[in-house]
Antibody, heavy 119, light 103 residues
Framework: EVQLVESGGGLVQPGGSLRLSCVASGFTFNSFEMNWVRQAPGKGLEWVSHISSSGNTILYADSVKGRFTISRDNAKNSLYLQMNSLRAEDTAVYYC????????????WGPGTLVTVSS | SYVVTQPPSVSVAPGQTARITCGGNNIGSKSVHWYQKKSGQAPVLVVYDDSDRPSGIPERFSGSNSGNTATLTIRRVEVGDEADYYCQVWDTLFGGGTKLSVL
């Protein structure tokens, strides 16, 4: 059974940093591209970042470019999101999501971890 | 930048058919995916590549895509289908979401 479990969320002050983790199981992690997607309270889904299976290709949404860094450790079946210079508008539930195919759809999602940026 | 438009809400009675649209310029030339999002739960992929259904998704859910509109159709709607539905287009872009109410 495919499972994705995020951790690392919490309350952080504006300008602070946080590192999210996502541990994968039930599939060959190093064969799949992975993403982070977020949903702010009362808002819609927003794609945040993508990383290829090898880690060689990385993409970011404009809203987080230069502040967030995605990475992965295939030996540990883990995906990460380092978030720096956090803003109030980064407050959201963050999901890690597996890409199912070549057209960028997300076939499995974790339950999410809540990040709250507030003083 | 590419823009996609979803109606904010759609209402339907149980047992009827719900149609949720996703509009965009020549969207028929792109792959469209659909997700169901219930409050407090992770999104669930219900249709991918315009009209394919993941395993475990009921046949009541179907998709189509042509011209400037992609459509998610839910037949024989059940109370449990009440949720927000999001289309996803062109690699990363999500629509604003449509709240399906089952009256």
């Amino acid at each position: 059974e495919v499972q994705l479990v995020e951790s690392g969320g919490g309350l952080v002050q504006p300008g602070g940093s946080l590192r999210l983790s996502c541990v994968a199981s039930g599939f060959t992690f190093n064969s799949f591209e992975m993403n982070w997607v977020r949903q702010a309270p009362g808002k819609g889904l927003e794609w945040v970042s993508h990383i290829s299976s090898s880690g060689n290709t990385i993409l970011y949404a404009d809203s987080v470019k230069g502040r967030f860094t995605i990475s992965r450790d295939n030996a540990k079946n883990s995906l990460y999101l380092q978030m720096n210079s956090l803003r109030a508008e980064d407050t959201a539930v963050y999901y890690c999501a597996r890409e199912g195919g070549n057209t960028f759809y997300f076939d499995y999602w974790g339950p999410g971890t809540l990040v709250t940026v507030s003083s | 930048s590419y823009v996609v438009t979803q109606p904010p809400s759609v209402s339907v009675a149980p047992g009827q058919t719900a149609r949720i649209t996703c509009g965009g310029n020549n969207i028929g030339s792109k792959s469209v995916h659909w997700y169901q999002k219930k409050s407090g739960q992770a999104p669930v992929l219900v249709v991918y590549d315009d009209s394919d259904r993941p395993s475990g998704i009921p046949e009541r859910f179907s998709g189509s895509n042509s011209g400037n509109t992609a459509t998610l159709t839910i037949r024989r709607v059940e109370v449990g289908d009440e949720a927000d539905y999001y289309c996803q287009v062109w690699d990363t872009l999500f629509g604003g979401g449509t709240k399906l109410s089952v009256l």
